[in-house]
């Protein structure tokens, strides 16, 4: 098996194949990273440029120990101190890292299309260099969806994650997914998956016209919660995502934590084994309460963190032009 996508710039067109073949590598990426020396040679040479449009601690962090484990060199770009301050526009700055001789291009931005106008511009140089979308506006979170699809799987079969694992499993996502790149990019994943997926929030943060957000499929949207719990084996809960809010959508953040919070009565209503999913960072008490947030025996939120380092390896060992590890 050969990986043949130079960019990965969303999961809507991402084929079964090729999330079984990023589930795989993760899992032999995993198996690295309880090693001793949890670092192998498989990009010494490449070059990884972290642009950073966006400011980000966790997903930057782990993008970045993702590279240095695999021995490549990585450049990180601070846009506070960059040419841009200076009146450089992205594209040229983006060119600037291409003429160093980059190989892999890393790009968050609080726009969405950014990552798709440098991919295409690549494209049109006909450059070998891969783009790789690490959330682009209200776009796509490609990485966390496919490291949140390797957790769920992992759970289930720590052995050997699939995607068939999933099927007709009943997975709530709740919260904010208005303006959510992780929710959309959960979706797609969990949809070709073949997994139940029920939507939850407000009214105000969950529009009617995401239950015909992927083509062909009707997804279940709920402003209420208990329906969308009831059963539920797996709970995803999003961030409020205050800062892209351009109204006000809610009248306290109490409110929204008293009927959309997730507490352990409320888990309740779940499957008895039902496990609790988590992006980060967590606004505690309010999308989750400490409880349960405190509780491994219900949350598989430092798994999301670790996992997220084995997945950003695969994906960049696959983009570095590597084939399916033995």
Not at 63 to 72: D, G, I, M, P, W
Not at 82 to 94: I, N, Q, R, V
Request: proline residues 7%; hydrophobic residues 40%; glycine residues 8%.
């Amino acid at each position: 098996m050969v990986w043949q996508r130079q960019h990965v710039l969303g999961l809507a067109d991402f084929t079964p194949e090729e999330y079984q073949m990023v589930l795989q590598t993760s899992a032999s990426f995993q198996e690295v990273l309880t090693r001793r020396l949890p670092k192998v040679p498989t990009l010494q040479g490449k070059v990884v440029v972290t642009l950073f449009f966006e400011p980000s601690t966790r997903t930057r962090s782990s993008f970045e120990l993702a590279a240095k484990r695999l021995s490549a060199d990585v450049l990180n770009f601070s846009p506070g101190t960059s040419s841009l301050s200076k009146g450089e526009t992205l594209l040229d700055t983006a060119r600037t890292f291409l003429a160093m001789g980059s190989d892999l291009l890393i790009v968050r931005h609080a726009q969405a299309g950014v990552p798709q106008q440098l991919a295409a511009e690549i494209d049109r140089r006909g450059s070998p260099v891969g783009v790789l979308n690490a959330g682009d506006g209200l776009h796509e979170h490609p990485t966390q969806g496919l490291l949140d699809l390797f957790t769920l799987c992992s759970h289930l079969d720590p052995r050997r994650p699939r995607l068939e694992l999933l099927q007709g499993i009943k997975i709530a996502i709740v919260g904010d997914i208005l303006h959510s790149r992780v929710a959309r990019s959960d979706i797609y994943a969990l949809v070709a998956a073949g997994a139940e997926v029920h939507l939850a929030g407000p009214p105000t943060l969950l529009p009617k016209d995401f239950a015909q957000f992927v083509p062909g499929h009707t997804l279940p949207v709920h402003w209420q919660l208990e329906p969308a719990l009831e059963g539920a084996r797996f709970v995803i809960t999003l961030r409020l995502q205050q800062e892209r809010m351009s109204e006000y959508l809610l009248p306290t953040l109490e409110e929204y934590h008293h009927f959309f919070g997730i507490t352990r009565q409320r888990l309740r209503l779940c499957h008895p084994q039902v496990k609790v999913l988590h992006p980060g960072p967590v606004n505690r008490g309010v999308e989750l309460s400490s409880e349960v947030m405190e509780d491994p025996g219900l949350n598989l939120i430092e798994q999301q963190v670790t996992h997220g380092v084995a997945v950003r390896m695969a994906l960049l060992y696959l983009m570095g032009g590597g084939r399916i590890p033995a």
